[in-house]
DNA sequence: CGCCAACTTGATGGCTGTCAAGTCAGGTGG
DNA sequence: CCACCTGACTTGACAGCCATCAAGTTGGCG
């Protein structure tokens, strides 16, 4: 969802890298408030990406995996709107802002990119906006199981077998759920020979009826 | 919500601007699947951003007025994801969207500046998200009118007493609710002594509680 | 082995959607 | 200038989806 880059790109920002960290599952690569001094390409594992309101609550607004870059939401303010901690042990690339800039002022081609990948996370999250106000639960899941499919895919991996690396609760934040609704749909869809789910293990019966599901 | 911009901000994109256009009520500035060949600079009137989903079902995504700078969304594919059309008479700055190109090649005040506008229209909308995805109608509502509020202040209007520009229906899709909802909602806050409202005239006669409201 | 977080499933209630009827305001045409 | 018409709005009745509360199960980790 965050903006992801192909193999050219992550060649154009090599120089940027500063460092390779190793995270743990839990681990927080940026709390909000934090300032900003990184961003981060995520090498490794998936992330999970979230803003907290006033009354407390919470919403996940990504979960960042394999190239996405994430930290966008920091140029506004110099500051971190998002938090985002670690779901399993992964592995991101910490770009100094500084660099960044720096790079920037003078690669036109950084620059561009940087705000191709912004307008894609822009667009993705008006995406989120139009599920969360106006699809029902059905929808907001089925949707879901079809973008996580698509992105392990493109990564390479099993688009119809694979393992959710949040809980129940992650999910349903955000989609906009309580996680008993989560997990009523996931029965459902079990029920209605759609998927196959153990705890987190997944498998896909029936994409096309996910699919659509996911247009009703 | 989009990225709003200052005098001085105005100042700079001074040489990008190559046309002036005068809208009128129901008038298109752009239709999803449009080329990306223009930016917009909000004069005056309000206008509705809104996305439309593949089951047909529509969410508005933002009510751009002056000083709002929109289409941003389109720089991810070089193709709008959103429609804008105006909900009231009112004018619009086009800036050519290769004009921009050249001139944030060798500007890096104007490119840096794209970019916090970008960033800072992420951190609206996933504030967006979180109203969509974990407040209750009533929270929505006063969120909406605080924030209305707020955009009228800072224009140098009054902070209590304004217009509406948008239907029921409108301000429903925005906020996920039904123009039903709406309706009942402005009708018991107006009950509670909280706002005058008569048509779309508007009176906010208690801030301190929508804002505790919206807070809840 | 035991504990705890995560998950499932059931019962119940409430918020909001849906359907419906009626009012109101503004614009158009006669 | 007025009547009409249409879109916008309000209000009511009812239903349904989802939240809430609760209890029990499972699996992983120390």
Known sequence: MPGTL????????????????????????????????????????????????????????????????????????????????????GDACAISYSDF?????SSAAVQRRFMHLMSHELVNEQRMMLLLGTMRGEQRLSRFLIEQSARYLRLGYSPTEFVLRMTREDIGSFLGLKLETVSRLFSRFQQAGLIK???????????????????Q
Chains 1, 2 share one sequence.
């Open 101 to 105: 800039e720096r790079v920037a002022r």
């Open 197 to 215: 789910i153990d705890q987190r293990s997944l498998k896909l019966l029936d994409i096309e009826a996910l699919r659509q599901l996911s247009t």
């Open 6 to 89: 192909d193999e050219a790109d992550q060649r154009l920002l090599n120089e940027l890298i500063v460092t390779k960290r190793r995270v743990r599952r839990g681990d927080y690569l940026v709390r909000a408030g934090d300032k900003l001094e990184m961003f981060f390409l995520v090498k490794a594992g998936v992330f999970k990406s979230f803003v907290v309101g006033d009354a407390g609550d919470t919403q996940v607004t990504a979960f960042p995996m394999q190239g996405d870059l994430i930290g966008f939401d920091a140029l506004d303010t110099g500051t971190h709107h998002t938090s985002i901690v670690a779901l399993e042990d």
